[in-house]
């Protein structure tokens, strides 16, 4: 990166590059790669770069302005911060890039929870999340009662092998263990909304 000065530390343009020296003076034959010597004499100095800061607020810019000559004539990469939005509609308009932000995020929020849910069903197949709540409630009514019917645990336990109570308190488990990470997904996503404001 370079500037072109008018010799006298005034910047005349910035930035600037070698090539648009070349450009601005076709009739000089210059050599193929240029030192930072031989490019001071057509006023022409390279800038040290810097990290431009990050902006203060979401209503605020970082610019690239022209660069600062220092003590030793050196020249260092300078940003400074203006305001996103001008003008007499100032307001309106940070109003309205306030919501978009908002929905922005909240679009973010959304696509965080269904990650996280997918993640957790991942670990199960559709058919056997769909049948949850149906081995829940068996579950449930058995463990109340020994002698209620339980025709959806019968016939996992006829195929699996498995007695009863060790079925009943797998299906509980199983079920709650879901629930539990479903819920602090979703518990999640609520209070990140709701810190939007």
């Known amino acids: 990166m370079y500037t072109l ?68 004539g050196t020249w260092t990469q300078t940003f400074e911060e203006q305001d996103r939005f001008t003008g007499d509609d100032k307001a309106a308009k940070e109003a309205a890039y306030a919501e978009q932000l908002k929905r922005e995020a909240i679009a973010k929020i959304e696509a965080d929870f269904e990650a996280e849910v997918a993640d957790i069903t991942s670990q199960y197949s559709r058919t056997e999340i769909d049948t949850f709540s149906a081995q829940r409630k068996e579950a449930e009514a058995w463990n109340a009662d020994n002698t209620v019917a339980t025709p959806f645990i019968d016939e996992i336990i006829g195929n699996n092998n498995r007695q009863k109570q060790e079925q009943v308190d797998l299906i509980l488990s199983k079920v709650a263990l879901y629930s539990q990470r479903v819920g602090r997904a979703l518990g999640t996503k609520q209070r990140r909304i709701a810190d939007l404001g």
Do not use: C
Request: proline share 12%; hydrophobic share 30%; charged share 20%.
């Open 5 to 72: 000065t008018d010799g006298n530390g005034q910047i005349v343009e910035h930035p600037y590059s070698v090539a648009q020296l070349r450009g601005a003076n076709p009739n000089t034959s210059f050599p193929r790669e240029m030192t930072d010597a031989q490019l001071a004499e057509w006023n022409v100095y390279p800038v040290t770069p810097t990290t431009a800061p990050e902006p203060s607020s979401d209503y605020k810019v970082i610019v690239e302005v022209n660069p600062v000559l220092n003590g030793d």
